[in-house]
């Protein structure tokens, strides 16, 4: 039986789609590597790469929409310096919400390590007192009956982490289907974190986290003894993804658990891997595909994406009619 499908132009909204609204945070990134260990205290260190550009959890995955010709925008905010009117220029669509907040842009220093790990540096700026009240204004007058919204980063506003589940509730009264990324909390899991990760998770309908997220939030070891931790805490009919780097990835809904192998890679910079796979996964959702070809079609995107030094604006290549079965 072969399923129908509608050919498309990279970069090229699919208008028959659903509409995706990525709400969250967008900074400035500050990319080098590769690193293999910290240098001495007052050395100077020089790197073959080296990138400037709009980043943070939920700018990542919009920009990746916009490459995947989504139907997309972001729903975020900006400092009133060099760095925000960068990320203003990036989201000046129809379904983009950026708004100017007085102080600087927060940043991140992402640092590349040879075995493809990473690891960053931030500093909060415009992004520590947006809460759910400021996302709901800017999200008031936007299509959200049926739209597919992501919410992305919590941990990294902390003005937002109260407000997370209420934020959720109020777009799901507004009809629409919520995934949630919540990224990694400053420094490393507490209870009280967990408490909110957990409360976050019952009212969403995707949870996409990577595998060390997975085993954190969990309190196990591996990937797959997550999920049978983790599958409980969603609703009946939601969805679990497990992001597992160059080992795919696993979903897990309504009682199946189904993998996808990752398509053969260069890994230059993995620093927002897990965003475009987010990315390439709500692509795929927007278009009604069922979760395994989602889960391809996601770690395809990542897979293209992180081979790329510096990263482009140009249209990708990967569309889910071009992923093998």
Not at 28 to 43: A, F, S
Not at 127 to 148: N, R, V, W
Not at 263 to 274: H, L, S, Y
Not at 279 to 305: C, I, Q, S, T, W
């Amino acid at each position: 039986m072969h399923r129908a499908v509608r050919c498309m132009v990279p970069g090229q909204p699919d208008m028959a789609a659903r509409p995706i609204l990525v709400v969250g945070n967008a900074n400035l990134d500050v990319i080098i590597g590769h690193l293999d260990q910290w240098p001495e205290r007052g050395t100077e260190s020089f790197f073959a790469h080296g990138d400037l550009r709009v980043g943070g959890s939920a700018a990542n995955t919009a920009l990746v929409l916009q490459r995947l010709g989504a139907r997309s925008g972001l729903v975020s905010a900006r400092g009133d310096d060099f760095a925000g009117e960068a990320i203003g220029r990036a989201f000046d669509g129809p379904l983009d919400r950026v708004a100017t907040r007085a102080g600087a842009t927060g940043f991140t220093i992402g640092l590349l390590h040879p075995d493809s790990e990473r690891t960053f540096l931030s500093s909060l700026g415009h992004l520590g007192d947006l809460d759910a009240d400021f996302f709901c204004t800017e999200l008031d007058g936007l299509p959200l009956d049926g739209t597919l919204v992501m919410l992305s980063g919590g941990f990294a506003m902390p003005a937002l982490m109260k407000g997370h589940r209420a934020l959720q509730d109020w777009l799901r009264a507004r009809g629409a289907e919520i995934a949630i990324d919540p990224g990694w909390p400053d420094g490393d899991w507490t209870p009280d974190e967990r408490t909110l990760a957990r409360d976050w998770i019952a009212g969403c309908d995707h949870l996409l986290v990577n595998d060390k997220e997975a085993a954190a939030l969990a309190g196990t070891d591996d990937a797959e003894s997550a999920t049978a931790t983790l599958a409980p805490w969603l609703d009946a009919e939601a969805t679990l993804v497990i992001k597992r780097g160059a080992k795919g990835a696993t979903g897990h809904s309504n009682g199946r658990t189904l993998h996808a192998s990752a398509v053969p890679a260069q890994p230059v910079d993995t620093v927002g891997a897990g965003d475009s796979f987010n990315a390439g996964y709500l692509d795929a959702l927007a278009r009604g595909m069922p979760l395994h070809e989602r889960l391809k079609h996601a770690v395809a995107v990542a897979g293209e994406v992180i081979a790329e030094f510096p990263r482009t604006s140009s249209p990708l290549g990967t569309t889910p009619e071009s992923v093998p079965a």
